[in-house]
């Protein structure tokens, strides 16, 4: 499976980005699915993460209540709503794959994106 995600840009504080993450190669209904973002000089951190039916969602503290994760399996796509984005927001976005249970972990995913910027102004 070959993981692609899109959507990222420059967006000013408060305004919101789409991002996507599509594949090709396998189903992505097998997969529990990720998005991680890492800022410049910190480590890769857990976004949010959804079940293979996309019936439950898990999100960072960070995030809640802010960023929407969905999936439409039909399409093969994952996605990641974001909104009332903050500068603090600003980082390469990564969505990653894995099977097994839910995990926030990043070792453990095994299947990763190349990653999209996003870039949130003062």
């Known amino acids: 499976v070959q993981l692609q995600a899109s959507g990222g840009g420059l967006v000013q504080t408060g305004g919101a980005l789409r991002l996507s993450c599509e594949a090709s190669g396998r189903t992505l209904s097998l997969y529990i699915m990720g998005w991680f973002r890492q800022a410049p000089g910190k480590e890769r951190e857990f976004v949010a993460a959804i079940s293979q039916t996309g019936g439950s969602t898990v999100s960072a503290n960070s995030v809640k209540g802010r960023f929407t994760i969905s999936r439409d399996n039909a399409k093969n796509a994952v996605y990641l709503q974001m909104t009332s984005l903050r500068p603090e927001d600003t980082a390469v976005y990564y969505c990653?794959?894995?099977?097994?249970?839910?995990?926030?972990?990043?070792?453990?995913?095994?299947?990763w994106g190349q990653g999209t910027q996003v870039t949130v102004s003062s």
């Open positions: 990653a794959a894995r099977t097994g249970g839910w995990s926030n972990a990043v070792g453990s995913y095994e299947l």
